[in-house]
C-alpha cells in the first residue's frame, strides 16, 4: 500500500513540475527519504522505478544540456533492471537454459560419435580473410584518425587571416569531401567486392566504414562553427580539440562529438501457401535474431568499451520494448544512432528551411537512415534485395505517422511486437531465399528486370518466374 501511494504521489508531482532536471533531483531526495518507511524489497523494486521515471523524463537529447548544465551520469536500462533480483533471476534462468543447451549437445556429440565433436566451419567461413579485414580496417582508422584532424586544424589556423574565408572553406571542404570519398567510400567496396569477402568480415568492413564517416562528420561539424565563432587574440592561434579527445571518440560508443564526457566516479520452392509459412517459420529466428544483437551489441559491446574508456553516458538504448508508438521506438530503439540523425539530419534540416517543413525533415531522416541500412545489407550479403529499404521507408514512415506518441493504450505496445515479429519474419524469410537463390540460380548476362525475378525452386534448385510471388 505504502509502494502504491509513493506511486500516485510520484505521478501527481511529475505533472506538476515542468523542469527534468529538478524532477531528476526531487526523485533522487524522494529515495533518500523513504529508506526508513518501506521495507527492503520494496525499496529495491521502488528504486529503479524511480529510475525507470527518470529515463523517460529525461531531456530527449542529452547532448543539447551538456554545454549548459551539470552533467547527469546515465545507466543502461537493462543494468538497472538487474537490481531488482526477480529480474536477476530471469537472467539466471536464460543462462541455465543456455548451459543445459550446451550439455546436452556435448552429450549427444559423445553418446553418438563417442568424442566431442567440435565443428567450427561456419563461423570461420564467416569470418574469413580476417587479415584483409585488418588491414583494410587499419587504413580507415589511420585516415579517420589523422586527415580530419589536422586538415580541421590546417582550415583553422588559415580561417581569421584568410582575405577569402568562403573561398578557403569551400576549398577545403570539397578536399576533403574528395577525399573522403575515395578513402571512406569507394576503398571498403573496393576491398569488400574485388576480394570477395565471406558475409562476416564483410559487415565488419561495412559498418566500420559507416561507423567512421559518421563519426568524422561529427567531430568537423561540431568543431568547425566553435573555431569559426572564436576570433583569436593577435600573435595567438586559435584554440583547437586535443589530439587525445578526438582519439577518445573514435572509440568511445556514441556518434555526438564532444570535448569531454562526463565519467563515472568508481567502475563499475514458391508459392502463396508456401511463402506466408516461410514468413511465419522465420518468425521465431528473425525475433531472437533481433533480441541478440539487441544484447550483444547495443548492451554488453558498447558497455564493454564505456568500461574500458571510463565513459560514463550509457544511455545507449532506452526502454524500447515498453513502447505503444512507433515514434517512441525509433526514438528508443538505438539512442547512439538516433542522435546523430537528430542532429545533423533533422535539427540541420529545419535549420536550412528556417524550421518549416517538419514532416519533410522528419522523412528525409528515414530515407537517409533506410538507404544507410540497406547499404550495409547489400554489401554484407554481396546482393542488392531492398528489403529492408521498402520496409523502413514505407512501412516505417506509415508507422512512425500512425503510430504516434499519443497512442498510450498498453494495446499498442501488442501491436508495436506483432509487426516487429512480422517484419524480422519477412527480412529472415526473405534474405535468406535471396541468398540461397543467388548461390543456386547465378545469373549471367546482362541483369533484366526478367532476371532478377527469377528464384530457386524445391529441392532441385531449378529457376523459374515467380510473378504470383511478387504480386503477393
Known amino acids: 500500500d505504502d509502494l502504491r501511494q509513493w506511486q500516485r504521489h510520484a505521478q501527481v508531482s511529475w505533472k506538476t513540475r515542468p523542469h ?12 533518500i527519504q523513504i529508506t526508513e518507511i518501506i521495507p527492503q524489497e520494496s525499496l529495491q523494486v521502488l528504486s529503479v522505478y524511480f529510475s525507470l521515471i527518470t529515463l523517460q523524463h529525461e531531456p530527449q537529447h542529452r547532448y543539447a544540456q551538456k554545454h549548459n548544465t551539470e552533467n547527469i551520469l546515465y545507466s543502461s536500462v537493462n543494468s538497472e533492471l538487474f537490481e531488482i533480483s526477480h529480474i536477476r533471476t530471469i537472467y539466471h534462468m536464460f543462462l541455465a537454459v543456455l548451459l543445459i543447451f550446451c550439455l546436452s549437445t ?14 567450427f566451419d561456419l563461423l570461420f567461413f564467416a569470418f574469413g580473410k580476417l587479415g584483409t579485414v585488418t588491414w583494410a580496417w587499419g587504413v580507415m582508422f589511420v585516415y579517420t584518425l589523422l586527415v580530419p584532424y589536422y586538415a580541421l586544424v590546417l582550415w583553422g589556423t588559415l580561417y581569421h587571416s584568410s582575405p577569402s574565408k568562403l573561398g578557403l572553406s569551400l576549398g577545403t571542404g570539397l578536399i576533403l569531401s574528395a577525399v573522403q570519398t575515395c578513402v571512406l567510400g569507394l576503398f571498403p567496396i573496393y576491398v569488400v567486392v574485388h576480394n570477395q569477402l565471406p558475409p562476416a568480415s564483410r559487415f565488419i568492413v561495412i559498418l566500420e566504414q559507416i561507423r567512421f564517416l559518421m563519426k568524422s562528420y561529427s567531430f568537423i561539424r561540431e568543431t568547425a562553427p566553435v573555431v569559426m565563432k ?55 529466428p ?31 538504448y532506452k526502454d524500447w520494448w515498453n513502447s505503444t508508438s512507433f515514434a517512441n521506438y525509433y526514438r528508443t530503439w538505438n539512442v547512439v544512432v538516433h542522435d546523430w540523425l537528430y542532429y545533423y539530419g533533422y535539427r540541420d534540416f529545419l535549420w536550412l528551411s528556417k524550421r518549416k517543413f517538419r514532416a519533410a525533415a ?26 529492408m529499404f521498402c520496409l523502413f521507408a514505407v512501412f516505417g514512415v506509415v508507422f512512425n505517422f500512425t503510430m504516434n506518441d499519443k497512442r498510450q ?15 524480422q519474419g519477412v527480412q529472415v524469410c526473405l534474405y535468406c531465399q535471396e541468398w540461397y537463390a543467388q548461390i543456386h540460380c547465378p545469373r549471367k548476362g546482362v541483369r533484366t528486370l526478367t532476371r532478377l525475378l527469377e528464384r530457386p525452386e524445391g529441392a532441385n534448385h531449378t529457376c523459374r518466374r515467380v510473378t504470383d510471388v511478387v504480386k503477393l
Not at 533481433?290 to 553516458?313: I, P, R, S, T, V
Not at 528525409?364 to 542488392?384: D, K, N, P, Q
Open 20 to 31: 527534468s532536471h529538478s524532477l531528476i533531483i526531487w526523485c533522487q531526495v524522494i529515495q
Open 409 to 423: 493504450s498498453p494495446v499498442f505496445n501488442v501491436i508495436m511486437w506483432a509487426c516487429l515479429f512480422l517484419g
Open 106 to 119: 556435448l552429450a549427444v556429440d559423445y553418446i553418438d560419435q563417442g568424442r566431442l565433436v567440435l565443428e
Open 286 to 316: 528473425g525475433i531472437m535474431l533481433l533480441l541478440l544483437c539487441f544484447f550483444a551489441f547495443l548492451h554488453c559491446w558498447l558497455n564493454l568499451f564505456g568500461e574500458l574508456l571510463c565513459f560514463a553516458d550509457r544511455m545507449f
Open 230 to 284: 572564436n576570433t583569436p587574440k593577435e600573435g595567438k592561434s586559435p584554440r583547437f580539440p586535443t589530439f587525445s579527445s578526438y582519439l577518445y571518440f573514435l572509440f568511445c560508443p556514441t556518434l555526438i562529438y564532444r570535448e569531454s564526457y562526463p565519467r563515472p566516479e568508481t567502475n563499475q520452392p514458391f508459392s502463396k501457401r508456401t511463402m506466408v509459412l516461410a514468413v511465419f517459420h522465420s518468425i521465431l
Open 362 to 387: 522528419m522523412l528525409s531522416v528515414f530515407i537517409v537512415s533506410a538507404v544507410v541500412h540497406e547499404y550495409a545489407l547489400a554489401m554484407g550479403f554481396g546482393f542488392f534485395y531492398p528489403v
